[in-house]
T-cell receptor
Framework: GIQVEQSPPDLILQEGANSTLRCNFS?????LQWFHQNPWGQLINLFY???GTKQNGRLSATTVATERYSLLYISSSQTTDSGVYFC??????????FGAGTTVTVRA | EAQVTQNPRYLITVTGKKLTVTCSQN?????MSWYRQDPGLGLRQIYY???????DKGDVPEGYKVSRKEKRNFPLILESPSPNQTSLYFC?????????FGPGTRLTVT
């Protein structure tokens, strides 16, 4: 399966700061998703983005498929943005391979 | 509302007592799967199903069974649970690659 690497593993932000999370993947993909796991353990879909750029409020994502990476941008961070952010990808099947996640802590 | 539901959300049980975690989706998706999440190991696929009556093993199928008799339901069965199956379990469904996850089931086997 696809190998997915995320960086950084941990990120501490002051409320209002901007940040970028990175996801590298080892092969061409037909699915690249970003999730936010909240403190209750729920996986919240953020973006389905095998290529291109999308924006949803303060969050946006860009996938450069030819260079095998994706970026998640958080702008004007809030304490509710805290949690673990996962990137997951699959190629010719439906089995998602997850990265190890980036743990984001936003301090008031 | 389009969603994937799982029940129960929390379960504490004892070794060897058979249990079933239900999963249901209302999006008419053909593909469904089960994952478990463990600290340091991330999310790993247990079983998946491409359609009714079609199931196959994922990366960590040992100790689990599944069935797909109806398109909307994909239960996960632990015939004889053991403490190493203590984990957070997620069901997911998909139609065209984008996957939607249920809220998770936190299982503890003592």
């Amino acid at each position: 399966g696809i190998q997915v690497e995320q960086s950084p593993p941990d990120l501490i932000l002051q409320e209002g700061a901007n940040s970028t999370l990175r996801c590298n993947f080892s092969d061409s993909v037909n699915n690249l998703q970003w999730f936010h796991q909240n403190p209750w353990g729920q996986l919240i879909n953020l973006f389905y983005i095998p290529s291109g750029t999308k924006q949803n409020g303060r969050l946006s994502a860009t996938t450069v498929a030819t260079e095998r990476y994706s970026l998640l941008y958080i702008s004007s961070s809030q304490t509710t943005d805290s949690g673990v952010y996962f990137c997951a990808a699959c190629s010719n099947d439906y089995k998602l391979s997850f990265g190890a996640g980036t743990t984001v802590t936003v301090r008031a | 509302e389009a969603q994937v539901t799982q029940n129960p959300r929390y379960l504490i049980t004892v070794t060897g007592k058979k249990l079933t975690v239900t999963c249901s989706q209302n999006m008419n998706h053909e593909y469904m799967s089960w994952y478990r999440q463990d600290p340091g190991l991330g999310l790993r696929q247990i079983y998946y199903s491409m359609n009714v009556e079609v199931t196959d093993k994922g990366d960590v199928p040992e100790g689990y069974k599944v069935s797909r008799k109806e398109k909307r339901n994909f239960p996960l069965i632990l015939e004889s649970p053991s403490p190493n199956q203590t984990s957070l379990y997620f069901c997911a469904s998909s139609s065209h690659y984008e996957q939607y996850f249920g809220p998770g089931t936190r299982l503890t086997v003592t």
